[in-house]
C-alpha cells in the first residue's frame, strides 16, 4: 500500500452535532482517544516522512538487478512474463 500524505486525519468529537469540533484521535489499545498535543506533532511530523520502500534510489542502475531473480519472482508469482523474459534484455524489460 502506498503512503498516504494527507494524513492524520481530524475527525468530529460528535458526529450528529451541528456545530462540529474536530480533534486528532488515536488508538491506545482497544480504545480510540483524543491525541494530547505532543502526540499530535509526532503524528504530523511522521506523516511528513516518506517511508523506506517508497525512497527511490538515484543511485541505482539496471547494472543492479539481477534477471535471475526477476526470473525467479515472476516463476514464484505465477506470471506469464517469465517467459518472455528469456528473450528479452534488461534494457528492454524495465522499459
Do not use: W
Not at 509526532?42 to 511528513?48: F, G, H, K
Not at 543492479?64 to 506470471?79: A, C, E, F, P, T
Request: hydrophobic share 35%; glycine share 2%.
Amino acid at each position: 500500500m502506498p503512503s498516504v500524505s494527507n494524513c492524520p486525519y481530524e475527525v468530529p468529537e460528535q458526529i450528529t452535532a451541528n456545530q462540529k469540533r474536530y480533534f486528532y484521535y488515536v488508538r491506545r489499545y482497544a480504545n480510540s482517544v483524543k491525541a494530547d498535543q505532543e502526540t499530535q506533532q509526532e503524528l504530523i511530523s511522521l506523516a511528513n516522512q516518506v517511508p523506506f520502500d517508497d525512497r527511490p534510489n538515484t543511485n541505482a542502475s539496471l547494472d543492479d538487478v539481477s534477471i535471475v531473480l526477476v526470473q525467479d519472482h515472476l516463476r514464484k508469482v505465477g506470471s506469464r512474463l517469465v517467459h518472455s523474459l528469456t528473450q528479452l534484455n534488461k534494457v528492454n524489460v524495465f522499459e
